[in-house]
């Protein structure tokens, strides 16, 4: 799932392709923006907030999104803006996303197209507005004020869950925003923390750490374009336990296993190794588990 450091990533890419120019034509392809046109607004650099992102436009216009767990933003060059030689396989790409059945929005402008699809959500909103939607939020673990002020407020917000299992307390973007299941996972895998703890047995000390080595690795993921929580990005070995369970723990050779975490209905997924990290998920029925199938690498990171 995108998270905070794939938004950033996301963000600047827009960027690149459409900040300053002028919309020629927008498309958007959900009910409730049928109508909605907003050709002719200046493209303003894209904020982000956690796993949000704000498009801004000229004139007070915003368009927020959501990727939640498999959307995009995508970003082409215009055929006439290309190449000869790159003109017809652009030309291509352009019809392939225009036909989409999973194309929500289509942003054109005289050089470039940026095509987002399977968003989980879309909406174009006042940019005055954009304030009431953080606020609904706990603090940004990429934003520049994190450490002076976000990872303590972070903290508190934790420890005022005292009884929560902490991977679901990390997971609630109330708490904090921007971390998901694969930074969650990497990391207390790292610090050999059992995601199925209370939060209040884990030491403070040890909290701060997780947290401070996530924000370290996830600002480098927003330069890179890579999710790694290794430090390495080009050489494949990009992870420890997400999306391995099955597999043999890069540490120690036990079996790492995958659990649900969370209410009913709102259940996500951790990855986690019983011997580094101190025991199984309560609801693991400690029966073989089968290595997950991914997606090609990078799929997700391709804009």
Not at 160 to 177: I, K
Request: aromatic residues 4%; hydrophobic residues 40%.
């Amino acid at each position: 799932m995108p998270e905070g450091d794939t938004i950033i990533w996301t963000a600047r890419r827009l960027d690149a392709s459409l900040s300053g120019k002028v919309l020629t034509r927008t498309d958007f392809r959900v009910p409730s923006l049928a109508t909605t046109d907003l050709a002719g607004r200046e493209s303003l650099p894209v904020a982000t907030y956690g796993k949000h992102l704000f498009h801004r436009l000229s004139g007070g216009v915003t368009i927020h999104s959501h990727l939640k767990m498999e959307g995009r933003w995508s970003t082409l060059v215009a055929p006439h803006a290309a190449p000869p030689r790159e003109a017809k396989r652009l030309e291509t790409q352009v019809r392939r996303a225009e036909r989409g059945h999973t194309t929500r929005a289509l942003l054109y402008v005289s050089d470039a197209l940026a095509v987002a699809s399977k968003l989980g959500l879309l909406d174009v909103i006042p940019t005055s507005e954009e304030q009431a939607i953080i606020g609904r939020l706990g603090p940004d673990i990429l934003a520049e004020s994190w450490p002076e002020t976000g990872l303590d407020a972070a903290l508190d917000n934790l420890r005022g869950q005292p009884q929560r299992l902490l991977g679901e307390a990390l997971l609630d973007q109330r708490n904090l925003a921007g971390l998901g299941t694969f930074w969650i996972s990497e990391m207390l895998f790292v610090h050999g923390v059992l995601p199925w703890l209370t939060v209040a047995e884990v030491p403070e000390e040890t909290l701060r750490a997780v947290l401070d080595d996530a924000r370290r690795l996830m600002l480098a993921s927003a330069t890179t374009g890579v999710q790694s929580s290794t430090g390495r990005a080009g050489d494949g070995e990009t992870k420890r336990v997400h999306a391995r369970s099955g597999l043999p723990c890069v540490r120690c050779t036990d079996t790492v296993r995958v659990a649900m975490i969370g209410e009913a209905g709102r259940e996500r997924t951790l990855f986690s190794c019983p011997s580094c990290q101190g025991g199984y998920a309560p609801n693991d029925d400690r029966r073989p588990q089968r290595p997950l199938v991914e997606r090609p690498a990078g799929g997700r990171r391709r804009v």
